[in-house]
């Protein structure tokens, strides 16, 4: 199975801070990686599919780049709004894999 | 708008079964792939893919720790997927999810795109 691997586990930042998230496959994945973002008692959402298409709605402040098996998910200016989980997840082949996820809190 | 509703979850022995619905509505269920992923309790909060059914229901593929226990199955005449889930371990505790693939057209993509809300199975004497 392909294990994927984010850091940090957690992270403190300030409002309008820039904040990266890496996530690291076991072996090359291409471009089948994507992005989720989960707050307390929700569903995950589906915010960057295939490394950067950022998905309808989804504020342009996210982005997604990378390729092979280093990805990084950033936030260009943090929002309060944008405290949670994120987790990256790859869709390169079955089972699929999700990273252990990174906790972001607002400072 | 796109809903997905699942049910059938609850407090279960070791050993029994349980079998969870998922009833769609707002998008063209008959040509969409669809997963089931779980997510452990609180203290891990892990996502683990579960299971994926193609379309018309000729593909399905599942986590090893699943499979020969687990059956994904859906029924396009109601708009609704399942998961059957025999001889269940207390290992297989959490929110299950159901989620539609993000493919088009019956091409699957193995991303996410729209979620349950989740329904809790606890496997526990």
């Known amino acids: 199975d392909i294990q994927m691997t984010q850091s940090p586990s957690s992270l403190s930042a300030s409002v309008g801070d820039r904040v990266t998230i890496t996530c690291r496959a076991s072996q090359t994945i291409n471009k089948y990686l994507n992005w989720y973002q989960q707050k307390s008692g929700k569903a995950p959402k589906l915010l960057i599919s295939?490394?950067?298409n950022l998905q309808s709605g989804v504020p342009s402040r996210f982005s997604g780049s990378g390729s092979g098996t280093d990805f990084t998910l950033t936030i260009s200016s943090l929002q309060p709004e944008d405290f949670g989980n994120y987790y990256c997840?790859?869709?390169?082949?079955?089972?699929?894999?999700f990273g252990q996820g990174t906790k972001l809190e607002i400072k | 708008q796109v809903k997905l509703v699942e049910s059938g979850g609850g407090v279960v022995q070791p050993g029994r079964s349980l079998r969870l619905s998922c009833t769609v509505s707002?998008?063209?269920?008959?040509?969409?792939?669809m997963h089931w992923v779980r997510q452990a309790p609180a203290s891990d909060n892990r996502l683990e893919w579960v299971?994926?059914?193609?379309?018309?229901?000729?593909?399905?593929y599942y986590v090893d720790s699943v499979k020969g226990r687990f059956t994904i199955s859906r029924d396009n005449s109601k708009n609704t997927l399942y998961l059957q889930m025999n001889s269940l371990r207390p290992d297989d505790t959490g929110v299950y999810y159901c989620?539609?693939?993000?493919?088009?057209?019956?091409?699957?993509?193995?991303?996410?795109?729209?979620w349950g809300q989740g329904s809790l199975v606890t496997v526990s004497s």
């Open positions: 989620a539609k693939d993000g493919g088009r057209a019956q091409v699957l993509l193995g991303d996410f795109d729209y």
């Open positions: 299971a994926l059914i193609s379309y018309d229901g000729t593909h399905k």
């Open positions: 295939a490394v950067s």
């Open positions: 707002g998008f063209i269920f008959t040509t969409s792939g």
């Open positions: 997840q790859q869709s390169y082949t079955t089972p699929y894999t």
